[in-house]
């Protein structure tokens, strides 16, 4: 049974980012060689709101950044070299202008104080985890960060923290 976590945006406080445990990849498909657990669940995709306390522009390559939602700070990457990366090679150039753009606009709103929500893939980088950003916005209500809080607590509370129900083995039989 796939487990939905991996199918959707965690929303996460910093606290609980940085406690998610690694394990190495029992995926063979899988492209990274660690995944994410919180509390025994699969984590991969994730959700954090957070006042930007950090930010490196590297020659147009990605953006380095900090969220800090008060309960940790979260280290963020954000590529931009769209035009330049073999990963882009495969589709249509217009499509790849058009994401490099719009990753450079997204880019240039993240500025030192901003209160930003922040989505993407929890990676690695020299052993510590981080958030590969996929996309990124400024938020301009004054309450998201609140409103975060409390959507991952009560999420933790109801949907995270609960078992996975096991489904019979023979289901066939039981008919």
């Given at each position: ?155 933790a509370q109801s949907c995270y923290n609960v078992s996975l129900p096991i489904a019979p083995l023979n289901r066939c039989n039981?008919?």
């Amino acid at each position: 049974m796939m487990n939905p976590a991996l199918n959707f945006h965690v929303k996460l406080l910093g606290f609980d980012f940085l406690s998610l445990t690694q394990q190495p990849s029992s995926l063979s498909s899988s492209s990274d060689p660690i995944s994410f657990y919180r509390k025994g669940r699969p984590i991969s995709r994730v959700e954090t709101v957070g006042v930007v306390v950090s930010r490196e522009l590297k020659g147009g390559k990605f953006l380095k950044f900090i969220i800090d939602d008060g309960t940790g700070c979260i280290p963020c990457i954000f590529w931009l070299n769209h035009l330049d990366s073999p990963y882009f090679f495969r589709r249509s150039p217009s499509d790849v202008q058009v994401m490099a753009k719009i990753a450079s606009n997204q880019a240039a709103q993240i500025q030192l104080g901003v209160v930003a929500r922040v989505r993407g893939k929890t990676t690695t980088y020299r052993g510590a985890a981080q958030i590969t950003v996929s996309d990124v916005v400024v938020e301009r209500d004054p309450n998201a960060e609140i409103l975060h809080w409390l959507q991952s607590i009560k999420l933790a509370q109801s949907c995270y923290n609960v078992s996975l129900p096991i489904a019979p083995l023979n289901r066939c039989n039981s008919r």
